[in-house]
């Protein structure tokens, strides 16, 4: 046993030692775990250490030509060639920094790098504190970068955030340090910055905002402060533009002032409660003359919105823009801007035009007579009036709704609300056309038809053309125009329906490329924004609006163009208070419009709208149009404009003006006009305003055996301007006409014993729609035999019998054919009356007035023939021809033949 329990002991003594390497193995697990991170926690060391190394090896080198002077960004036009320069050095004064102000200098140390002094071109402690003063003291309150690094950035190195920038501005930093001394690398730093408005460095920014030598004249705490805090973002901070802004900036930098001991609690209260507009003075004209200056702004406006491109790398990064600028439209656009003969000095415009195809901007024109520089055309906002119609009225009902350019819409009064709704010239149709109310701009239809539609449907059809409409836009009467936009937005709109319904976002920057040789594509992207087919029947009825409507003024020979006129009123209560006239007078006037190359929008009127109207009666309010027609016109000099193709799903149907339907046989002519339908969407009802009228009454006939003439006579319907058309059918024919009349009343002459006659009189109106006819018969008896007289006894003698005497026979025929009158011409069909008027038949003698095949009731004629089987016995016509076989009388001397056949020939 007690072997057996020994041999029991070993096996749990080995079961013991076979369990303890696996609590030693969990154990190995974490430390290779341990051991792997800590391994490439070192290889990240060295690969970063040697990643930095060539980082740094890559680096450029300090060129004291680049540390001194800012590196000015290139303008290139569409054509890729230099136009400007964002930055000059030749205009640049700079200072000493001992003739820079003191205040000056510790204004932009305590903004910008409070620790300047102390550290080595790096700051450790401000990366982490620049967090913290961000939060406590508001955003913008403190950047990470040191002063020695922001030279360095805007010097050599450009604003991309990669590690590789990084590592190369921090040793370059450390660097600039080690070879410059603190009071130089302050200097470099104060003369090469950008202030915005033109100014660059110190000196040139305080004559800019205050008219003052900073060589000569002392600065206030308020004044360095405000200058101290522009280049952050120069644009935003403009004092000229953003009071607000900028006076909220500077007294951030007036409390970083304080907290550095910099000026005292009592003179920042004093400097933080002045105002800004009563600090800076007027710009002078120099920073106004540049060539471009209205363009260059809207490209320095749409790069600053980029998150990849900084404001500094744009003024002195070296930048090479691409922009779409055309010079010679820009210099067309420029000179009639400043020429145009404004009749009243204070009216103010600003326009837009823009290639329709790519959105690319050619021009842009302003008037730059304000101290507050306003761009009018870029970011004014002006509400559209009736240029809004196509975009948020009828455009939406088209594309969603599949309406008809003629489709009748509503034109009654009016009430939404408290507001009645008016056309401009007080009246109301009842029913119009959308052709018709665009084209005369009224308003009535285009609010019922956003009503119809809906506003959900109308503002993402807005939006879709960069409209940017909020829901408290969408109140019935924005399809009037009651919200605000500018042109460069209302431009880039129409532009779409010229372009097939495809928008292209407004551009002036087609891409930037650094001078590392790193470029971005800044074109946007072409949105679908509505169907080919709205796109073109919105065209086409613009069309109308230049050619016959409300904007014949803005009409160019040989251009197709299409546009739209808008105008907007002043509010009541500001004409009574201002005591303006109660009419004739504008508040806005607008003109939008385009063809296959260009698109411009134009507004017209003021700086200070409510103090100022635009005068009908000089016809300030067409300026707009004017503008547009000049300009347009000489852009397209030498341009093979093509005109708008129809698409394949847009047809062309015929319809009665006032229904918009399928027009009846009895619609007057010119009550039928062609509009444009979206395929598959004709009309399918046929309109039954215009019915068949009964043009004639009474109709009756009566044989008269004295003359052997039939007499028709009949009384006229409602409308007595009537012509009488006569149509005459014998023995079972078909009808044939007789004549045309405007009497009440017709004679057939030499009517044809034995025959049964029919009459047909149909009234036809000067538009040519045809009544009712009325119809009537009459029977003319046969002529009565006469009984022979018994022969005598002389007459029977056979000897003195003679043969009888073929010519003197009464019923002998004159040639071999069928006798009978009226056989030398063959009868023209009933619903032809252009017969032949010269043919030959079978023989007999024709003395009736039927010699002309064309015109029945007017000639004489003789024929003669041979009698062949087939009529083609020679004859002799004599008839007369004539167009109007009314003209010779209501008789006529010859009945057609009972039995010959309507004439079948084509």
């Given at each position: 046993?007690?072997?057996?329990?020994?041999?029991?002991?070993?096996?749990?003594?080995?079961?013991k030692?076979?369990?303890?390497?696996?609590?030693?193995?969990?154990?190995?697990?974490?430390?290779?775990?341990?051991?792997?991170?800590?391994?490439?926690?070192?290889?990240?060391?060295?690969?970063?250490g040697?990643?930095?190394?060539?980082?740094?090896?890559n680096?450029?080198?300090?060129?004291?030509?680049?540390?001194?002077?800012?590196?000015s960004?290139?303008?290139?036009?569409?054509?890729?060639?230099e136009?400007?320069?964002?930055?000059?050095t030749?205009?640049?004064?700079?200072?000493?920094?001992?003739e820079?102000?003191?205040?000056?200098?510790?204004?932009?140390?305590?903004?910008?790098?409070?620790?300047?002094?102390?550290?080595?071109?790096?700051?450790?402690r401000?990366?982490?504190?620049?967090?913290?003063?961000?939060?406590?003291?508001?955003?913008g309150?403190?950047?990470?970068?040191?002063?020695?690094?922001?030279?360095?950035?805007?010097?050599?190195?450009?604003?991309?955030?990669?590690?590789?920038?990084?590592v190369?501005e921090?040793?370059?930093?450390?660097?600039?340090?080690?070879?410059?001394?603190?009071?130089?690398i302050?200097?470099?730093?104060?003369?090469k910055?950008?202030?915005?408005?033109?100014?660059?460095?110190?000196?040139?920014?305080?004559?800019?905002?205050?008219?003052?030598?900073?060589?000569?004249?002392?600065?206030?705490?308020?004044?360095?402060?405000?200058?101290?805090?522009?280049?952050?973002?120069?644009?935003?901070?403009?004092?000229?533009?953003?009071?607000?802004?900028?006076?909220?900036?500077?007294?951030?930098?007036?409390s970083l002032?304080?907290?550095?001991?910099?000026?005292?609690?009592?003179?920042?209260?004093?400097?933080?409660?002045?105002?800004?507009s009563?600090m800076?003075?007027?710009?002078?004209e120099?920073?106004?003359?540049?060539?471009?200056?209205?363009?260059?702004?809207?490209?320095?406006?749409?790069?600053?919105?980029?998150?990849?491109?900084?404001?500094?790398?744009?003024?002195?990064?070296?930048?090479e823009?691409?922009?779409?600028?055309?010079?010679?439209?820009q210099d067309?656009?420029?000179?009639?801007?400043?020429?145009?003969?404004?009749?009243?000095?204070?009216m103010?415009?600003?326009?837009?035009?823009?290639?329709?195809?790519?959105?690319?901007?050619?021009?842009?024109?302003?008037?730059?007579?304000?101290?507050?520089?306003?761009?009018?055309?870029?970011t004014?906002?002006?509400?559209?009036?009736?240029?809004?119609?196509?975009?948020?009225?009828?455009?939406?009902a088209?594309?969603?709704?599949q309406w008809?350019?003629g489709?009748?819409?509503?034109?009654?009064?009016?009430k939404?609300?408290?507001?009645?709704?008016?056309?401009?010239?007080?009246?109301?149709?009842?029913?119009?056309?959308?052709r018709?109310?665009?084209?005369?701009?009224?308003?009535v239809?285009?609010?019922?038809?956003f009503l119809?539609?809906?506003?959900?449907?109308?503002?993402?059809?807005?939006?879709?053309?960069?409209?940017?409409?909020?829901?408290?836009?969408?109140?019935?009467?924005?399809?009037?125009?009651?919200?605000?936009?500018?042109?460069?937005?209302?431009?880039?709109?129409?532009?779409?329906?010229?372009?097939?319904?495809?928008?292209?976002?407004?551009?002036t920057?087609?891409?930037?490329?650094?001078p590392?040789?790193?470029?971005?594509?800044?074109?946007?992207?072409?949105?679908?924004?509505?169907?080919?087919?709205?796109a073109?029947?919105?065209?086409?009825?613009?069309?109308?609006?230049?050619?016959?409507?409300?904007?014949?003024?803005?009409?160019?020979?040989?251009?197709?163009?299409?546009?739209?006129?808008?105008?907007t009123?002043?509010?009541?209560?500001?004409?009574?208070?201002?005591g303006?006239?109660?009419?004739?007078?504008?508040?806005?006037?607008?003109?939008?419009?385009?063809?296959?190359?260009?698109?411009?929008?134009?507004?017209?009127?003021f700086?200070?709208?409510?103090?100022?109207?635009?005068?009908s009666?000089?016809g300030?309010?067409?300026?707009?149009?004017?503008?547009f027609?000049?300009?347009?016109?000489?852009?397209s000099?030498?341009i093979?404009?093509?005109?708008?193709?129809?698409?394949?799903?847009v047809?062309?149907?015929?319809?009665e003006?006032?229904t918009?339907?399928?027009?009846?046989?009895?619609?007057?002519?010119?009550?039928i006009?062609?509009?444009?339908?979206?395929k598959g969407?004709t009309?399918?009802?046929?309109?039954?305003?215009?019915?068949?009228?009964d043009?004639?009454?009474?109709l009756?006939?009566?044989?008269?055996?004295?003359?052997?003439?039939?007499?028709?006579?009949?009384?006229?319907?409602?409308d007595?301007?009537?012509?009488?058309?006569?149509?005459?059918?014998?023995?079972?024919?078909?009808?044939?006409?007789?004549?045309?009349?405007?009497?009440?009343?017709?004679?057939?002459e030499?009517?044809?014993?034995g025959?049964?006659?029919k009459?047909?009189?149909?009234?036809?109106?000067?538009?040519?729609?045809?009544?009712?006819?009325?119809?009537?018969?009459?029977?003319?008896?046969?002529?009565?035999?006469?009984?022979?007289e018994?022969?005598?006894?002389e007459d029977?003698?056979e000897?003195?019998?003679t043969p009888?005497?073929e010519?003197?026979?009464?019923?002998?025929d004159?040639?071999?054919?069928?006798?009978?009158?009226?056989q030398?011409?063959?009868?023209?069909p009933?619903?032809?009356?252009?017969?032949n008027?010269?043919?030959?038949?079978?023989?007999?003698?024709?003395?009736?007035?039927?010699?002309?095949?064309e015109?029945?009731?007017?000639?004489?004629g003789?024929?003669?023939?041979?009698?062949?089987?087939?009529?083609?016995?020679?004859?002799?016509?004599?008839?007369s021809?004539?167009?109007?076989?009314?003209?010779?009388?209501?008789?006529?001397?010859?009945?057609?033949?009972?039995?010959?056949p309507?004439?079948?020939?084509?």
């Amino acid at each position: 046993m007690s072997e057996y329990q020994s041999r029991q002991e070993r096996r749990k003594s080995n079961d013991k030692k076979k369990k303890s390497p696996k609590k030693a193995g969990k154990k190995g697990i974490f430390k290779k775990i341990f051991l792997t991170l800590v391994i490439l926690f070192l290889v990240g060391l060295v690969a970063g250490g040697i990643t930095s190394i060539a980082y740094i090896n890559n680096a450029p080198e300090l060129d004291p030509e680049k540390l001194t002077n800012p590196q000015s960004s290139i303008i290139l036009d569409k054509k890729d060639e230099e136009v400007q320069t964002l930055a000059g050095t030749d205009a640049r004064e700079v200072a000493k920094i001992d003739e820079i102000p003191d205040i000056l200098k510790n204004a932009f140390v305590s903004v910008e790098d409070t620790r300047f002094y102390d550290h080595f071109g790096i700051d450790p402690r401000r990366i982490g504190g620049a967090v913290l003063a961000n939060i406590t003291q508001g955003f913008g309150a403190e950047g990470a970068s040191t002063i020695t690094q922001q030279v360095i950035k805007n010097s050599l190195l450009t604003s991309e955030k990669s590690l590789e920038r990084k590592v190369q501005e921090a040793y370059l930093s450390i660097k600039l340090e080690q070879e410059y001394s603190k009071d130089q690398i302050l200097e470099m730093y104060l003369n090469k910055i950008y202030f915005g408005n033109g100014a660059w460095g110190v000196v040139d920014a305080a004559e800019t905002y205050f008219g003052k030598n900073i060589t000569e004249e002392d600065l206030t705490p308020g004044e360095a402060a405000l200058l101290a805090g522009l280049p952050q973002r120069p644009t935003y901070y403009n004092p000229y533009e953003y009071a607000d802004q900028a006076e909220q900036r500077r007294n951030v930098v007036l409390s970083l002032m304080e907290k550095q001991g910099v000026i005292t609690a009592e003179e920042a209260d004093k400097y933080q409660a002045e105002k800004v507009s009563d600090m800076v003075v007027a710009l002078t004209e120099d920073k106004e003359t540049d060539q471009y200056k209205v363009f260059m702004d809207q490209v320095v406006k749409e790069l600053r919105e980029r998150d990849d491109i900084s404001e500094k790398d744009i003024y002195s990064g070296g930048l090479e823009i691409y922009t779409t600028l055309d010079t010679r439209a820009q210099d067309i656009t420029t000179d009639v801007i400043a020429n145009y003969p404004y009749s009243n000095e204070d009216m103010r415009s600003g326009l837009v035009l823009m290639d329709t195809k790519t959105g690319s901007i050619r021009a842009i024109g302003e008037t730059r007579k304000d101290e507050n520089v306003i761009t009018y055309a870029t970011t004014g906002k002006f509400q559209p009036g009736s240029t809004a119609k196509p975009i948020v009225a009828y455009g939406p009902a088209i594309d969603t709704e599949q309406w008809s350019t003629g489709r009748s819409i509503k034109d009654e009064p009016l009430k939404i609300g408290d507001a009645n709704i008016r056309n401009w010239d007080r009246e109301y149709r009842g029913q119009v056309s959308m052709r018709r109310a665009l084209e005369m701009s009224y308003n009535v239809p285009a609010v019922n038809t956003f009503l119809e539609i809906g506003k959900e449907p109308a503002q993402e059809f807005a939006n879709k053309l960069g409209m940017d409409l909020k829901d408290e836009d969408m109140v019935p009467t924005a399809a009037i125009g009651t919200f605000s936009t500018s042109p460069l937005q209302m431009t880039g709109a129409y532009a779409a329906f010229g372009n097939g319904g495809t928008y292209n976002e407004p551009h002036t920057v087609r891409k930037v490329v650094f001078p590392d040789g790193r470029e971005i594509n800044i074109e946007p992207e072409p949105v679908k924004a509505m169907n080919d087919y709205t796109a073109y029947m919105v065209s086409d009825m613009l069309k109308s609006v230049v050619n016959e409507g409300t904007g014949t003024d803005a009409k160019i020979s040989g251009l197709p163009v299409a546009g739209k006129t808008g105008t907007t009123n002043h509010p009541q209560e500001v004409v009574q208070s201002q005591g303006f006239p109660t009419s004739g007078i504008v508040r806005d006037a607008w003109f939008a419009g385009y063809t296959t190359e260009y698109s411009m929008a134009v507004w017209t009127g003021f700086n200070e709208p409510n103090k100022h109207y635009l005068d009908s009666s000089k016809g300030e309010d067409d300026t707009s149009k004017l503008l547009f027609k000049e300009i347009m016109s000489q852009v397209s000099e030498g341009i093979n404009t093509a005109d708008f193709q129809k698409p394949d799903s847009v047809v062309e149907v015929g319809v009665e003006k006032s229904t918009g339907l399928l027009p009846s046989d009895y619609t007057p002519k010119d009550q039928i006009v062609y509009e444009l339908f979206v395929k598959g969407s004709t009309p399918e009802k046929t309109s039954d305003k215009y019915k068949q009228p009964d043009g004639v009454k009474g109709l009756s006939g009566k044989y008269n055996a004295d003359s052997n003439s039939i007499s028709l006579s009949w009384q006229p319907g409602e409308d007595k301007s009537f012509t009488y058309k006569v149509e005459m059918a014998v023995n079972g024919g078909g009808y044939q006409g007789v004549t045309e009349t405007g009497d009440t009343g017709f004679t057939l002459e030499n009517a044809q014993k034995g025959s049964e006659y029919k009459f047909k009189v149909t009234a036809v109106s000067d538009s040519g729609v045809s009544t009712k006819p009325a119809e009537t018969s009459v029977s003319v008896p046969k002529e009565e035999e006469q009984e022979p007289e018994e022969p005598t006894e002389e007459d029977t003698n056979e000897d003195s019998e003679t043969p009888p005497d073929e010519g003197n026979d009464e019923n002998s025929d004159a040639g071999d054919g069928n006798s009978g009158d009226n056989q030398g011409e063959e009868e023209p069909p009933a619903d032809d009356q252009s017969g032949n008027t010269d043919e030959s038949g079978n023989g007999g003698q024709d003395q009736g007035n039927n010699g002309s095949g064309e015109n029945p009731g007017n000639g004489s004629g003789n024929g003669s023939g041979n009698g062949s089987s087939d009529g083609s016995g020679s004859g002799n016509d004599s008839g007369s021809e004539t167009d109007n076989p009314g003209d010779t009388g209501n008789t006529g001397s010859n009945a057609p033949p009972a039995s010959t056949p309507p004439n079948e020939e084509e």
